[in-house]
């Protein structure tokens, strides 16, 4: 005859409460301070709303939101085209090349964008002559066109080193594989190599997005009225500290939004690799 264990009637355990140690403490003050921040912004934002400021102001925000997007979009579609030379170079065995493409990404990558904004913009007018001989003048004296030039220059070095990078990540043996086969070098590039070097470039590509977005604000300094541009000059006929705060939550939704799609697009892509 076989007997059954009656269940336990045992209570289970009991869970040790968390005690209230100083970092606890300080890290519910801080949560409590962000919020009362948070909340004491939207009331302003709320209570000095301006009907009569929003009629007249909000149309140039608008057109500056639309000039941000374009020149975000036109640098980043240049700044790949002009990435690809560059991962070549970087990827290349030729000390000459190699040197140079690393010199291109060591020097945009290292100096601040406002520095190389200023650079072009201030100093194409020291060649003025020599460019109106080869009939560039007519490019450089335009605020939004140096702004393009400047800022696809320095997102192509950091595209040129993300993809570089993404793939010296594949695995070597994608290669010997594909040389197994009998495949061509540019066919192992393309078919094999590349369309997994990008799955693992696509976040960084998405962090780089988002950089240039918030960078692009540097284009207003030299009078190129992007969205901060356009926020400054209605900054400077009001006086109205709220034109920024406002500007700023649009800067902090347009990257939520781009973030959100990237992420869609992320595990649309990638949704093979999932277990």
Known sequence: MTYIDAPSTERPPMVARRKWTGARITGLMLMMLWAALALSIVYMLVDGYDPEKVAKYGPRILSGIWVTVKLVAISIVLGALISIPVVIGRLSHNPIIGGIAFGYSYFFRGTPLLAQTFLVYYGAGQFTDALKAVGLWVFFRDAY?????????????????????????????????????????????????????????????????????????????ITVLDLMGQTRYAFSKTYDLQIYIWAAVIYLITVEVLRRLWEMMERRLTRHLKR
Do not use: H
């Not at 040389?179 to 780089?208: C, H, W």
């Open 145 to 221: 066109f140096c702004a393009i030039f400047t800022f696809s220059l320095n997102t192509a070095a950091y595209q040129a080193e993300i993809l570089a990078g993404a793939i010296r990540a594949v695995p070597s043996g994608q290669w010997q594989a594909a040389d197994s086969l009998g495949l061509r070098p540019f066919t192992t590039m393309f078919k094999v190599i590349l369309p997994q070097a990008l799955i693992t470039a696509l976040r960084p590509y998405g962090n780089e997005v988002i950089l240039m977005i918030k960078g692009s604000a540097i284009a207003s300094i």
